[in-house]
């Protein structure tokens, strides 16, 4: 540890490169204090478009950008790809995974979510999540690899499983998945011979009793509504009890029922990653059901006003007493107050954090989506468009590349989309799905 | 099997969607046969513009394009994912990895080359290979992490050996890929802020005498010239005799020398996959030292006139006597000259094959390139023109698509490329290269 002399300049470490922990890096980047940004990728992902990538609509370099351009210019900022493993806040150090210690003045924890299975982590193995990069590639892979294998097994209910997707979730991701998954396995059809890939079937679990249950009724009742335009078969109050490679057991209204399916997608729960375990252990925080670490208004710790928590990890109560949502707009709005504290030298913020309610968003397939704002409502085309530019102008990267994307986003949503269908399916045979019966 | 009625179509079999498989299949598409293309992706490899991808200036996408769509609207053609184990060539069959047997009257073995270790397949641990499209993702993941590890350690020794990279073979692959690696580091040398990319070394090691051998010498000096101006040091007569993941050992001029470096691309040699063997076994026909195949001039097997091998896997010998080489026009020009045959009713091409030669090209860096086309030899940015003309023109996929595919190459060549730099590396740390010292 260095003394705390003047002349040194505040050292302040950032834990993720998730929007908050970007646009605090941003807010740093000619503030008098030294930055280092801390991520396991030295991307930063664009996650409202990750099931676009899923579904083979976008590459995966279209909702990835590089963290270092984004902080380019800036003297005072170093990016380490590294991971944080733990926290030391009696030495004001975090411990990255090779041993290194790096020391802080002030410390933004800002490391997100990860998918969580609520304690049936066995589901982890013959599901697909949809929370990284990774998992979206993995999915296009298994999703297009479902097709081919249905091409060419001979045997009617094989090539039935092969085709029936199910998508545990009814939130806006599994909303967005299972209406874009639809429509294209429609667009495919004219590309196989033997199956019929328009006759797949996506089927859209929802534990609860509505679709996207932070909208308001109407809007879930115009979700349920266009998802049901496009041929997916919406299941309310169906809770899934087993998760295996061929399908999925649910709980309906007390029954249980068997969905036969050879491809399952995870959408239904995100918990904070474990490092925040450490954090608590470290500072004595609490942390809620879902990982999250219990933060002061001012998104400090109890006892540590140099360790800031932002965005998914943090668990805070907005205006109303409710949770605020794991939204991106939360976490650059917390970021940005933070940061804002950081640069007048303070060791974190000290007046409360307020939040701005910007509203929020599911786009329902191709050119449709509801949104709330404000307690405006919007759906369809109207609010397609609302969610198009909120998305590309508050969360974007640089512009010219927004616009790429925009353009590319608005090719594949309109236009005819050939050549990424099946492209992306970049697995070989030996990863692909287990035997089907013999082809003749 | 079926008996052989005149009512029954025959049944040709096509094994490998490559350059050769894909013209065949298109050459057959509306013929008065039943065609079944098996390969083991379902995307069909635009191999010259791997190297791009391996630089990260293109996108896997952009040089893999989907098989399906390619052969759409044809009702004769069905296209499986699988991968082809065995030919029987006794009873016309070809077994599937899964045991599936599928008949055939007439056979095209259009499998293809994969990287060769010349005996050494433990260099394939701590090399990277640039023939598949996996290799390419590979090795740009790779080639990122490394300059995330010299920027993670404040080794000096280190620092220099993640920012070295060794490229061995100095054909037209290993001299695009050197060339385009020398100048991306050079590019995303403001990115950093402790350690330098602009001070990476790209060594290019050439057992024999000379660059691009199967170029004149005038053209060797060129290209040897021009990846100097680039910054690429060129070790002509240099033999890899061992490579570990810390470096390579070379012997030049029978003294032996150490090159430290963490990464090394394998671009020196290629050999037919196994399943030439098979083929070999099956029908007592010869394969030479690279594992391909001997045929007769008319490009059937010995014996088996309705085996037909064409490309990387056939072994022939040209108008001078030499090898025919392994490029995308000899592969395509012979499956024509055997889809013709069989669509006109035959078991396979009675005539004998006579390849028209439409030159050789290589790409040196952004804009350069040499290339020797009917006696006509040419370099610099006209040489870099017709190259671009011939790939695009020649090999690309559909039209629209092979324009968007330019325009994205050309402003990779030319244009800033920021964005594309870094995104790539998708890697998470756990997969990254081996400890680092501590940061602190």
Avoid at 214 to 232: N, P, Y
């Amino acid at each position: 540890m260095q003394p705390d002399a003047p002349a040194v300049r505040r050292r302040v470490v950032i834990v993720g490169a998730g929007f908050g922990g970007l646009a605090a890096a941003r807010r740093l980047m000619h503030a008098n204090v030294e930055v280092t940004l801390v991520d396991r990728m030295n991307h930063h992902l664009f996650q409202p478009l990750l099931y676009q990538v899923a579904a083979g609509g976008l590459s995966p370099s279209d909702c990835a950008s590089p963290i270092r351009p984004a902080l380019k210019g800036s003297p005072n900022v170093t990016v380490l790809m590294a991971e944080v493993t733990d926290v030391d806040a009696e030495h004001r150090q975090v411990v990255l995974d090779r041993g290194e210690r790096l020391d802080y003045d002030s410390l933004i924890v800002a490391c997100g979510a990860q998918t969580s299975y609520f304690g049936n982590d066995q589901w982890e193995e013959v599901t697909c999540g949809l929370k990284t990069l990774e998992d979206a590639v993995d999915f296009r892979q298994r999703f297009y690899a479902a097709f081919e294998a249905a091409e060419r097994t001979d045997d009617p209910d094989e090539r039935a499983e092969w085709l029936t997707f199910v998508v545990v979730g009814g939130g806006p991701t599994g909303v967005e998945v299972a209406g874009e998954l639809a429509l294209t396995a429609r667009g495919i059809a004219g590309h196989f011979r033997r199956s019929d890939p328009s006759r797949a079937r996506v089927i859209l679990l929802d534990a609860g009793d509505r679709l996207v249950s932070a909208f308001s009724e109407k809007l879930s009742k115009k979700v349920a509504d266009q998802l049901a335009s496009l041929g997916v078969t919406v299941r309310e109050g169906a809770r899934a009890t087993e998760i295996d490679s061929r399908g999925v057991t649910i709980e309906v209204a007390g029954a249980s029922e068997r969905i036969n399916a050879r491809t399952v997608i995870w959408a239904a729960g995100v918990r904070a990653v474990p490092l925040t375990d450490a954090v608590a252990r470290a500072t004595g925080a609490k942390t809620d059901r879902a990982g999250r670490i219990e933060i002061n208004p001012d998104l400090t710790l109890p006892g540590h006003p140099e360790i800031t928590v932002i965005g998914d990890v943090a668990s805070l109560a907005g205006s109303g007493g409710k949770p605020l949502p794991g939204l991106a707009t939360v976490a650059i709005q917390q970021a940005h107050h933070a940061a804002k504290a950081i640069a007048e030298g303070k060791p974190g913020a000290s007046t409360p954090f307020r939040y701005f309610d910007k509203g929020a968003l599911a786009v329902v397939g191709r050119g449709r989506a509801v949104c709330e704002i404000r307690g405006l409502q919007l759906w369809g085309r109207p609010a397609f468009f609302t969610y198009l530019g909120v998305h590309l102008y508050y969360l974007g990267g640089e512009a010219g590349r927004r616009l790429d994307v925009l353009i590319k986003w608005i090719g594949a949503r309109f236009g005819q989309r050939q050549s990424a269908l099946i492209e992306h399916q970049l697995d070989r045979v030996e990863r692909a799905p287990p035997p089907a019966q013999a082809v003749r």
